[in-house]
């Protein structure tokens, strides 16, 4: 029994080594001790109201998961990270997409599913890396024309809105 709950301790610290050498953090104070090998930050579940400017101290962050919190505002330097290829803010209380989403050039997924947004900026279609998009269930009201731009789209969804039509484009 006791070789038994050794080999599974053994197991769990391989699991969890492994995360944190791939550069994935759960905590903002482990995160800010070690900025360049954050990779990827996961605060799903975490009650989060609001998120501290801070991301544009993560050379390297590549991923965001903040879905199922209560978040209202994107902080502006999350758009300053030059090598984010995902956001996911699925679930949270967000009403507006920033037009500084253009300057993320890498970004090839971006979920804002289950949220509040009314409107979306024309620098959407400035994404030329964008290949997932899913805006389910807001308040979208108009899809910008710049959305024909995004030529690596391979999925885009928009059911639950407010939109009656979509551009030609």
Do not use: H
């Not at 731009?149 to 979509?166: A, C, E, F, V």
């Amino acid at each position: 029994m006791q070789r038994g709950i050794g080999i599974l301790f053994l197991m769990l610290l391989c699991y969890i080594s492994p995360a944190r050498a791939a550069g994935v953090y759960t905590e903002w104070g482990k995160a800010m001790e070690e900025k360049e090998n954050v990779r990827v930050l996961r605060m799903a579940y975490s009650n989060l109201d609001t998120l501290p400017d801070v991301f544009d101290q993560f050379p390297n962050l590549e991923e965001v998961y903040f879905n199922n919190n209560r978040i209202t505002v994107i902080p502006p330097s999350l758009f300053n990270c030059k090598k984010l290829k995902k956001i996911n803010f699925l679930r949270n209380r967000l009403r507006e997409l920033p037009e500084a989403i253009g300057r993320l050039q890498d970004l090839k997924e971006l979920s804002l599913s289950y949220n509040k947004i009314e409107k979306l900026p024309d620098s959407i279609g400035y994404l030329p890396a964008l290949q997932e998009l899913n805006l389910t269930d807001n308040k979208i009201e108009r899809v910008p024309a710049s959305i024909g731009q995004l030529q690596q789209l391979k999925k885009l969804r928009l059911g639950y809105n407010r939109i009656d039509s979509l551009p030609e484009e």
